[in-house]
């Protein structure tokens, strides 16, 4: 008796379509952090309207950032359900009806509950991008396009954090509700343009789980490591300006900020070129993560320009290590596995990235000393190192390890 024989799907688009993926991944990318890094530099005009206290202005970034571990696992049902490119499109949709709806706020309540909307979309596009990848691209590009919407992601920092105040914002009479729409509503442009290119138009046939599996050590492990690159990068962030004035340097902030948040960038150009030959290499993940964690303390050792200098140094290889770790997930097993593989990768990490900061936070409050909030950075990621040891990068798919 023959088997049946399983209909091939049509191949990836070649070499030669591969721009217009490209500047798709890459848009898609952007609005990863564009509407979550635009409220730190709004939060003095949105609290100056509402009337907020320190604690929702805080929310404003926190609650966002707590979203991303939530909404991890609805985008992981998503992408069994509807295909990664449809969930994709659908989490757009979500994030621009948050975050729009906060530039309609009339009170601080129904600004949490737009943000809390904006950041489930966020959440949602993180598992379905990675899991998109190997149905877009062909097997030697998907570590290129990893390194493509993830310099878009991290494009997305620099420009939500650095243009809305100078450029933005003076093109709007200094509204901050107008620049909110102007950040969010054309998001849905990209979402409609997901839909040009032909391949993955159809929902799944085949129900596969949604659930991560923790059976399988990757997803607690990557989960640990992507903690350790996004709470230091977080965390730091956060920190910086009580950093700096309690060494008496908070005049340098403005410049502090700039080179910590322009340094992630050039991490992400730098990876476009060499994401080919380093994603999969267990040896530079170490390496990277060795060296965020001596970026990080040397931030805390020292003051000054050479704390600023050590803090952009850990940023830069955060950076690195990021794109190292996400661009996993679509190598290391089947496409129909790599949304939910992505998705407990996303819970672990950014539950991870809000929870430590804000014990740290909490210790700091307790000594009055921001270093000691830093110092819990510090010790969860010396703890977490040595699982960088034990990854093992060539079961499932035989990629080859550094």
């Given amino acids: 008796m023959t088997e049946p024989v399983t209909p091939t799907p049509p191949p990836p688009p070649p070499p030669a379509r591969l721009l217009p993926v490209a500047v798709l991944l890459w848009l898609a990318g952007l609005y990863l952090r564009v509407p979550i890094l635009v409220a730190p530099p709004l939060a003095p005009f949105i609290s100056q309207d509402l009337a907020l ?11 966002p950032i707590l979203m991303l571990a939530i909404g991890a696992m609805p985008g992981s049902f998503a992408i069994a359900r509807l295909g990664p490119r449809n969930t994709l499109a659908l989490a757009m949709t979500i994030m621009v009806l948050g975050s729009a709806s906060r530039g309609l706020a009339p009170e601080v309540f129904t600004l949490m509950g737009a943000s809390a909307v904006m950041g489930l979309g966020v959440a949602m596009m993180q598992p379905a991008l990675p899991a998109l990848l190997p149905r877009w ?10 390194a493509i919407y993830m310099n878009g992601m991290l494009m997305g920092e620099f420009v939500g954090a650095g243009l809305t105040l100078p450029v933005l914002m003076p093109l709007l009479d200094n509204n901050w509700r107008l620049t909110l729409l102007a950040w969010s509503l054309p998001a849905l442009v990209v979402a409609a343009a997901l839909f040009l290119p032909r391949r993955d138009l159809a929902r799944p046939v085949k ?6 599996d923790w059976s399988n050590p990757l997803t607690l492990k990557l989960g640990l490591l992507l903690g350790l690159s996004a709470s230091m990068f977080f965390g730091l962030n956060a920190y910086m300006g009580s950093l700096l004035e309690q060494t008496g340097h908070f005049d340098k902030l403005a410049g502090a900020l700039f080179w910590y948040n322009i340094a992630q960038v050039m991490a ?21 993560a060795s ?3 001596i970026g990080t303390t040397g931030a805390v050792l020292t003051d000054g320009w050479w704390a600023i200098a050590s803090a952009t140094f850990m940023s830069f290889v955060a950076g690195i290590l990021l794109i190292l770790l996400v661009g996993l997930p679509p190598l290391l097993v089947r496409s129909e596995e790599t949304g939910r593989l992505s998705a407990g ?7 991870v990235a809000f929870t430590i900061p804000m014990a740290g936070g909490l210790l700091a409050d307790l000594t009055g000393d921001v270093r000691h909030g830093i110092a819990v950075m510090i010790g969860y990621s010396v703890l977490v190192l040595p699982l960088a040891f034990t990854l093992d990068l060539k079961t499932q798919k035989g990629q080859p390890e550094g």
Wanted: hydrophobic share 55%; glycine share 6%.
């Fill in 345 to 351: 990768t996303f819970l672990v990490g950014y539950t």
């Fill in 53 to 63: 206290n320190q604690t929702f202005t805080g929310a404003l970034t926190a609650l």
């Fill in 207 to 212: 129900r596969v789980s949604w659930l991560p």
């Fill in 291 to 293: 060296l965020s964690i």
């Fill in 268 to 288: 992400s150009l730098m990876m476009l070129r060499l994401a080919r030959l380093w994603v999969g290499r267990r040896d530079l993940i170490l390496w990277m």
């Fill in 137 to 146: 691209l062909q097997p030697h590009h998907v570590a290129v396009g990893s």
